[in-house]
């Protein structure tokens, strides 16, 4: 159940681009190209986050989680409501899970995961009516750019 473009800020896909910022970072630490930015209601980064599973042995060190942590440390509060989750790849599980638990708002999400998504392509966890949070999903956002930095980091590591 993959939602249309609907729903699209014009501050997405600038966000967007911080949040691929954060993906090409990872690459310094070969981990896997994901970042992920939070804004507050006024559309101020207040969270950055990209994977460090390689850089901290850390199996959730996922960008979305560690966007998530950034976020609440400098908020000084665990509760992200009125908040906009920005990353290039679909949440997984786990980390569709933090950002329901963290009440955010928003997700606005670059290329899908049809192996393991969670907002939508595998699952639907962000909008699953028996949990006591709902997020709004934007799916699409620059998705080739977003999609294209996964492939290459994948294609480049298979040959290797």
């Not at 966000?15 to 090409?24: I, P, Q, W």
């Not at 000084?76 to 569709?96: F, I, K, N």
């Amino acid at each position: 159940m993959r939602p249309e473009r609907r729903g699209l800020r014009v501050d997405d896909e600038q966000a967007m681009g911080l949040a691929l910022d954060e993906a090409r970072a990872a690459l310094a630490t070969l981990d896997v190209p994901v970042g992920a930015v939070v804004l507050d209601a006024d559309g101020q980064v207040v969270g950055r986050g990209r994977n460090t599973r390689e850089a901290h042995a850390d199996p959730t060190g996922h960008a979305e989680v560690m966007a998530l942590r950034d976020a609440a440390a400098r908020l000084g509060r665990w509760r992200l409501d009125g908040c906009t989750l920005v990353v290039t790849l679909e949440p997984c599980l786990m980390c569709a899970g933090a950002v329901v638990l963290a009440r955010v708002d928003r997700l606005v999400l670059g290329a899908w995961d049809p192996k393991a998504g969670a907002c939508g392509s595998q699952w639907d966890v962000v909008r699953d009516r028996r949990l006591n949070h709902r997020v709004e999903v934007v799916g699409g956002i620059r998705e080739q750019e977003c999609g294209d930095l996964l492939r290459a980091f994948f294609t480049e590591h298979r040959e290797v």
